[in-house]
């Protein structure tokens, strides 16, 4: 079984910053992508940024430059560094990775989400 807990959501005023956090557990032999999506209140859900193994990133063009992804591989965490928060940055933001276990292929598993409100 695999298990990904996220971290870091709240309340922030636009213009201020948040990191989000997302780890996994379990029986994982390896780990390739990580990413980040969000989904707003009757809103499809949508990239935001992805990380391979490697460290090569893919930023949504809504939020380049101003967000940032991470990952520790010793951690099997991925992070994402936002700055200059907008009100339209508002929603859930789930993490996923594509981790191979003992049991077949590469799978994607996805967090619990966490909100993320912009507001002053």
């Known amino acids: 079984q695999v298990q990904l807990v996220e971290s870091g959501g709240g309340l922030v005023q636009p213009g201020g910053s948040l990191r989000l956090s997302c780890a996994a557990s379990?029986?994982?032999?390896?780990?390739?992508?990580m990413g980040w999506y969000r989904q707003a209140p009757g809103k499809q859900r949508d990239l935001v940024a992805r990380?391979?193994?490697?460290?090569?990133?893919n930023y949504a063009n809504s939020v380049n430059d101003r967000f940032t992804i991470s990952r520790d591989n010793a951690k099997n965490t991925v992070y994402l560094q936002m700055n200059g928060l907008k009100p339209e940055d508002t929603a859930v933001y789930y993490c996923?990775?594509?981790?191979?276990?003992?049991?077949?292929?590469?799978?994607?598993?996805w967090g619990q989400g966490t909100q993320v409100t912009v507001s002053s």
């Open positions: 379990g029986s994982i032999l390896h780990i390739s992508d």
């Open positions: 990380i391979t193994r490697g460290g090569s990133t």
């Open positions: 996923y990775q594509s981790i191979l276990t003992g049991g077949g292929p590469f799978r994607d598993y």
